[in-house]
């Protein structure tokens, strides 16, 4: 990297900050130390200041807040506008967003307005001793991973949520908290209403119960639902069953829906597409329910149940009700 620093954008909405902003500040504060630069950090918002301080107690050096009340709806073309400017008074070599919908809308922009190389949906950065940046994602889905450095003086990159450490919070850490003005721009974003919250996401699930093609009817999802709040957990489904509209695409897990790394993954009549395990493989346990014994799940399962997921879920749930 030419500049030494690392400029991390922070996601919030509402006042509380995406799990990912420690995940990132982990990352570029490793980075940073390596490359001998300053990690800093920009937030925008309404009333976002007092947030400035979680921040740098998560490793940031400085973190440059913008506090508006217009930013109170997100806009990506204000930020993207604003943040342009921000890159280079961070010194920043490397930019870092979430792998979110925010971090993906924002990101682009900002890339093509600096002529910046971007990488998308990384799983691992590492600074090599030549001074380079090397970026690794997945690939053809998820069969292969890419190496790939940036030609530009300045490298960016979208992390995937889940694949690298998280920093850990040292509230005595001191750093600073610089106030910026937020520059008008002329936009074409208008928002018509806001949505209702939906379930919990199963991106940040500690535990995730999968449905697959095993499941014979739409309405069967309330086998696995019982099964998944007995466990305190989300329900998940392969992509066959969300094209077939049994269920919304924002349970489905796979390569094209949701990468998830739960503590604990059951595939309930799931047969394991290459595209699926790419998306649920760095689970840390995996339990397999089909009754099927060749299905490429089992492969890499670390508890293979063969037989039937409608009389083996249903024993399940009453176990755990006692």
């Known amino acids: 990297m030419d500049n030494k620093g690392v400029l991390v954008y922070a996601e919030q909405e509402g006042g509380k900050l995406h799990p990912i902003c420690s995940e990132l500040l982990g990352k570029g504060r490793e980075i940073a130390d390596k490359a001998g630069g300053a990690l800093s950090c920009v937030v925008f918002g309404s009333a976002v200041s007092d947030m400035a301080q979680e921040l740098v107690a998560y490793g940031a050096d400085t973190v440059y ?3 508006d009340e217009s930013l109170a709806v997100f806009d990506p073309l204000v ?31 900002v890339a093509t307005a600096l002529e910046a190389g971007l990488t998308s949906n990384c799983t ?13 994602r997945p690939a053809f889905t998820g069969n292969f991973l890419a190496h790939i450095k940036t030609r530009s003086s300045t490298a960016m990159a979208t992390l995937r949520y889940r694949s690298v450490e998280a920093a850990v919070k040292d509230a005595s850490r001191k750093g600073a908290v610089v106030k910026k003005d937020l520059q008008p721009v002329e936009t074409s974003v208008k928002v018509l209403g806001k949505g209702e ?24 999802f309330a086998m696995v639902k019982q099964l998944a ?13 969300v094209d077939d ?3 919304s695409k924002d349970h489905q897990v796979g390569f094209s829906g949701t990468i998830v790394k ?13 595209q699926h395990l790419a998306g ?8 397999a329910i089909n009754s099927d014994p060749s299905v490429a799940l089992f492969r890499i399962a670390d508890y293979a149940v063969i037989g039937d997921i409608y009389e083996i879920i249903p024993q399940m749930v009453a176990l755990l009700k006692k």
Do not use: H
């Open 262 to 274: 739960p503590k604990l993954y059951i595939g309930c009549g799931v047969s394991g597409s290459p």
């Open 280 to 287: 649920m493989r760095d689970s840390g346990t995996i339990v």
């Open 197 to 220: 919250a939906k379930e919990a996401s199963i991106a940040g699930a500690d535990i995730v119960v999968c449905a697959g093609r095993g499941l014979k009817k739409a309405e069967d």
């Open 124 to 136: 691992a950065l590492e600074l090599q001793d030549d001074g380079t940046l090397l970026q690794v």
């Open 245 to 247: 509209g049994w269920i």
């Open 79 to 109: 930020q993207k506008q604003n943040l342009v400017g921000l890159v280079s008074e961070a010194a920043a070599g490397l930019v870092l967003f979430g792998a979110t919908f925010t971090g993906k809308a924002i990101a682009p922009r």
């Open 65 to 67: 807040a913008f506090d």
């Open 229 to 241: 709040d007995a466990l305190g957990g989300v329900v998940g489904a392969t992509r066959p069953l």
